[in-house]
């Protein structure tokens, strides 16, 4: 079964709104992170944000927002005010495993954000 | 800093041949992954390790190999490479919560 869905291949937004970009998750395991990592067009992996399961807090950095709906298995990535260097493909994964040893990380399939002027 | 690297950056080569991709870190890290990247799957994860002397194979394992002789080096073979096996390969190591990866590998299989 797929751990990481992205139900969005793809999204347009509008220079300086804001965006969604969703991911829901499956795990048994109690103890787990979710990530967001961006790939612009020149390949490499940026990481942007992290929540853990047992953060109370949805998890923010600068203007990206993770949406932690933990009964729902959803971690949406919320980009506000949109910029055209945002414009990459964007995937949502996550960590399985307590500590440093015995990890696992997942990825889904990306969505690829076009940001238009 | 520490950093992880990855080598060559671009790869071609012929079916049937032997290729080996190398992946170096300096930070340290006991955990280590290789992931190829293929449109519409994502990052697949091919093996990993825990530590040297730890292998472990991924959900794409098949027709590659790796070994864990020292805590920096985590090298990706590919036995006999097959078109199949086109692809972008990514190396990463972690400790704690964040993943780090490096710079990429693009192999193309002719």
């Known amino acids: 079964a797929q751990k990481i869905t992205q139900t969005q291949p793809g999204m347009f937004v509008q220079e300086k709104e804001a965006v969604t970009l969703d991911c829901t998750y499956d795990?048994?395991?109690?103890?787990?992170?979710l990530f967001w990592y961006k790939q612009p067009s020149s390949g490499e992996m940026i990481f942007l944000i992290y929540q853990g399961s047992y953060d109370q807090q949805n998890a923010t950095e600068g203007r990206y927002s993770l949406n932690f709906q933990k009964a729902r298995k959803s971690a949406n990535l919320v980009i506000s005010a949109s910029q055209l260097g945002d414009s990459a493909m964007y995937f949502c994964a996550m960590r399985e495993g307590f500590g440093n040893y015995g990890q696992n990380f997942v990825f889904g399939p990306g969505t690829r954000l076009s940001v238009l002027p | 800093d520490a950093e992880i690297t990855q080598s060559p950056r671009h790869k071609i080569t012929e079916t049937g041949r032997q290729v080996t991709l190398a992946c170096h870190q300096t930070?340290?890290?006991?955990?280590m992954f290789w992931y190829r990247q293929d449109l519409g799957h994502g990052l697949r994860l091919i093996h990993y390790s825990y530590g040297v002397q730890d292998t472990n194979k991924g959900e794409v394992s098949d027709g590659y190999s790796v070994s864990r002789s020292n805590t920096e080096d985590l090298p990706l073979t590919l036995e006999s490479a097959a078109s199949s096996q086109t692809s972008v390969y990514f190396c990463a190591s972690s400790e704690g919560e964040k993943l780090f990866f490096g710079s990429g590998t693009q192999l193309s299989v002719l």
């Open positions: 795990t048994s395991d109690p103890s787990y992170g």
């Open positions: 930070w340290n890290h006991n955990n």
